[in-house]
């Protein structure tokens, strides 16, 4: 189907790219990303996703939208507490952009349900909170064969990495399993400026825009760190773990399984 | 001996390991840092008999657990 003139206008600075044009907008257009998570990383890589013109955008997440979240959470606003945040974020998106077409998804993802939520997309952007979704995720992502962005925020600090199936490591290549509940310091203990999301969660929008058209280097056996007090931005290699327990020669997790939770993690923000 | 750690070049004894390294840099959580030597994983529990060596290019990986 050919762009409308509204379209056209809308999606012009996309356009005037040479690596974008109609077909890399069309692209866009049919592409289908999940985001799980509508927090401080998942907002802002909604809103630019939403606003690029993203055909399907899911979202996944249980909570409400808190008071204490508005400080990053930037596609929630604060008429919307109380609101469930997959509807808050759906509303923001809609509004951005009436072209593109929100699944919210008001649900914990957990082993049972992770595989069926992911088959329908594209491309995963994990913007979890915790060890065991992020675990979780990654699992199903390399036993789904999808490709999908990790990302990580606190303090004044983030990372990410993509996996791309069979083509480099998985974020259990780097970190084996996750560190018992407490034994590393989360937001919620320790604090996050609002901004280190929204420059990594708009990193992570990137990787899936440029997944999506098939244009440049994806951080693919990279995890690249983000130190905001030192101004500092750096593209670490990661190695390839042949013994990795998920993407390795002889995997030992063969379905995707949930960690225990800790317990302040359920009360979730 | 001159090792890199972190993209920068300094000076330590001759005969550090991993765990001393991680001792050095008083690294927050040093029980859940990864390490790669030479764009290589140093397995768990042998970072205390990993000795590094001239030249080594170190980089610490750490959990990053925030999100939303």
């Given amino acids: 189907m050919a762009f409308t003139d509204a379209q056209l206008e809308r999606y012009s600075r996309h356009i005037l790219l040479s690596e974008v044009g109609v077909k890399g907008q069309k692209k866009l257009q049919s592409a ?3 985001i ?5 990383l998942g907002a802002p890589a909604a809103l630019y996703l939403a606003a690029a013109g993203v055909g399907t955008i899911g979202i996944a997440d249980a909570d409400a939208v808190d008071l204490s979240n508005l400080q990053r959470q930037v596609i929630h606003a604060t008429p919307d507490v ?3 945040k997959v509807i808050s974020a759906k509303e923001t998106m809609e509004a951005i952009n009436p072209d593109v077409t929100v699944n919210a998804c008001r649900m914990f993802v957990n082993a049972g349900n992770v595989m069926d939520l992911i088959s329908g997309y594209d491309f995963i ?4 909170d915790n060890f065991p979704a992020k675990f979780l995720i990654n ?6 064969k999808k490709p999908f962005s990790h990302a990580g925020i606190i303090r004044f600090k983030g990372q990410l990495t993509t996996y791309v199936p069979g083509q480099g490591p998985c974020y259990r290549c780097v970190f084996k399993q996750p560190p018992p509940p407490d034994a590393v310091p989360t937001c919620r203990q320790a604090g996050v400026i609002g901004a280190v999301g929204g420059v990594i969660g708009s990193l992570q929008a990137m990787e899936a825009v440029k997944y999506i058209l ?3 280097d994806l951080l693919t056996g990279f995890l690249l760190t983000y130190d905001a007090l030192k101004m500092d931005f750096r593209k670490i290699k990661l190695p390839l773990d042949k013994s990795c327990a ?6 030992a997790i063969l379905a995707p399984f949930d960690y225990e939770q800790a317990v302040c993690d359920l009360n979730g923000h | 001996m001159k090792i890199t750690l972190a993209g ?3 000076e330590y004894e001759e005969g550090l390991t991993v765990a001393g390294l991680i001792a050095l840099q008083q690294v927050e959580t040093p029980e859940y840092v990864t390490v790669s030597v030479n764009d290589k994983f140093i397995q768990g529990g042998t970072f205390a008999e990993t000795v590094l060596e001239d030249g080594d290019v170190v980089e610490f990986l750490y959990f990053m657990g925030g999100g939303r």
Avoid at chain 1, 36 to 40: H, K, L, N, P
Avoid at chain 1, 125 to 128: E, L, M
Avoid at chain 1, 139 to 144: E, M, T
């Fill in chain 1, 32 to 34: 289908k990303v999940l």
């Fill in chain 1, 36 to 40: 799980i998570g509508a927090g401080g």
């Fill in chain 1, 82 to 84: 109380g609101k469930a």
């Fill in chain 1, 125 to 128: 952007i994990d913007g979890t």
């Fill in chain 1, 139 to 144: 699992d199903a992502c390399v036993l789904g």
């Fill in chain 1, 214 to 216: 098939s244009k440049g």
């Fill in chain 1, 246 to 251: 998920v993407c390795g020669e002889h995997p």
């Fill in chain 2, 8 to 10: 920068e070049k300094k």
